[in-house]
């Protein structure tokens, strides 16, 4: 199998055709696909982090993986933002999975899993107003993997 840059339009249609709960994100930093042949069986895709505490110019955030199930596909997405990540001069990259996720996927790449969240009834607010996107009353876990930065 290899990995392969590809776009956004190309990311978020996989993610709507294949992904079990979420829907594609709106935006991205660059995506990755992985091909077993000519055939895309898992994308990943990264951005700014969404919680702006958090986005200081050297985080990055893997913002959606999607797979059709292919053995070991996430773990290899996984590792292969963080090298990408780590190329690009970023420090750390988190994640998030929902709190009955087992995280198998992040751990097989190396991941830690730093914070637990829990449930919040949804992302609207008065000072910051925004449309349900079925991940309220979600709790969730926050991983992260520092990026190995090389000198030269």
Known sequence: ?????????????????????NKPPVGHKFSVGLF???????????????????????????????TDGTRNANSMLYGAIVRAATALGYEKCI??????ESGASLRGAGWTLVEELKARAGWDTPSR???????????RMRWERVCARKKY
């Open 1 to 21: 199998m290899e990995i392969k840059p590809i776009s956004l339009k190309f990311a978020q249609q996989f993610v709507a055709d294949h992904h079990r709960h």
């Open 129 to 139: 107003p925004r449309q349900d996107i079925g991940s309220g009353g979600v709790h």
């Open 95 to 100: 994640t998030y999975t929902q709190g009955d």
């Open 36 to 66: 077993d042949n000519s055939r895309c069986v898992g994308v990943a895709i990264a951005g700014r982090p969404v919680a702006r505490a958090l986005d200081n110019g050297v985080t990055l955030e893997v913002t959606r993986t999607c």
